[in-house]
């Protein structure tokens, strides 16, 4: 089982940015696709952006294409979201999940880990 720990989240102003990371330990990730996902009030954990394991294929929401980017290091077994262009609408728990297997839409099925996620929150 792999563990996966968010950090970076806080406080920014609409227009801001944020980079969060996450650092995976345990089993190895290789060939495994690494993604965030996130979760507002009130609402279902949504879909934010994927990675494969090669780093050759990236996959984001419509929502956020354009100002969010998905990178990977594999020397230090992290995952980055650089988030830039901050709306309120992002606020938001995000959580980094890690898996095998994709939706027709590039979203991790069913994810083998989760993290336990990081808050962001963007005020107007």
């Known amino acids: 089982q792999v563990q996966l720990v968010e950090s970076g989240g806080g406080l920014v102003q609409a227009g801001g940015s944020l980079r969060l990371s996450c650092l995976a330990s345990?089993?190895?990730?290789?060939?495994?696709?690494l993604g965030w996902f996130r979760q507002a009030p009130g609402k279902e954990r949504e879909f934010v952006a994927t990675v494969t394991w090669s780093g050759s294929r990236r996959y984001y929401a419509d929502s956020v294409k354009g100002r969010f980017t998905i990178s990977r290091d594999y020397a230090k077994n992290t995952v980055f979201l650089q988030m830039i262009s901050l709306k309120p609408e992002d606020t938001a728990v995000y959580y980094c999940?890690?898996?095998?297997?994709?939706?027709?839409?590039?979203?991790?099925?069913?994810?083998?880990?989760w993290g336990q996620g990081t808050q962001v929150t963007v005020s107007s």
């Open positions: 345990g089993r190895t990730f290789s060939n495994t696709a």
């Open positions: 999940a890690t898996g095998t297997k994709l939706t027709m839409a590039g979203a991790l099925h069913e994810p083998d880990s």
